[in-house]
């Protein structure tokens, strides 16, 4: 179990100290990735983040733009808000249509799509929170293709999402698009790491 709640300037390499462990890192980390994704209905992808995956996240913006020491601070202020505290899982969802006309008409019919992301644990709702750091639909009520949401759980819900006995959807209720999935057990199993 990784204890981690927070990166630090500590915990990322070099761009060079990088390189050399990326490769292994790459295959490992999409491994994780697997488990941690849920598929919602034709369109929605809920991808559940972790330590690992926002410290993937960070160390792959810094080889790519090369932005050094301001960019890093920039990337641990965006990345951390989305690595589980000990107590949540953290998703980001995304909508995914290839076509750019029929995904803007889509996201047209869908805001406020993020007040309506629920994970149930049998009989348990736990209604997502958004993540507060830009408003995710506009004036004209077009949702963004990308969605960040926290699921906070107390800890007799926590308990229960442990018991593989328990059968876990994640979903959404939006009057436009209502769709739910069953987590794998292994994607169960892979999740209540995040659980401190």
Do not use: C
Request: without cysteine.
């Amino acid at each position: 179990m990784n204890a981690k709640t927070e990166l630090t300037v500590k915990d990322i390499l070099g761009v060079e100290s990088y390189m050399k462990v990326r490769q292994e890192r790459r295959v490992k980390i999409l491994n994780k990735k697997k488990l941690r994704r849920a598929a919602v209905g034709p369109y929605a992808t809920f991808y559940f983040e972790s330590y690992d995956t926002m410290w993937y996240q960070v160390q792959e913006m810094l080889r790519i733009e090369k932005g050094g020491e301001d960019q890093l601070r920039d990337e641990l202020e965006a990345y951390n808000p989305l690595i589980p505290k000990g107590r949540e899982l953290v998703a980001t969802v995304m909508f995914e249509i290839d076509n750019a006309n029929i995904r803007t008409a889509f996201l047209l019919g869908l805001g406020g799509v993020e007040n309506h992301i629920i994970m149930r644990l049998d009989d348990v709702h736990i209604m997502a929170i958004a993540e507060q750091d830009l408003d995710r639909t506009n004036a004209d009520g077009k949702a963004s293709s990308v969605q960040f949401v926290h699921f906070s759980l107390t800890n007799s819900q926590i308990a229960k999402f442990k018991d593989i006995n328990t059968n876990v959807t994640v979903g959404i209720n939006h009057p436009k698009y209502g769709h739910m999935a069953v987590l794998s057990d292994e994607t169960q199993r892979e999740l209540s790491t995040d659980f401190l």
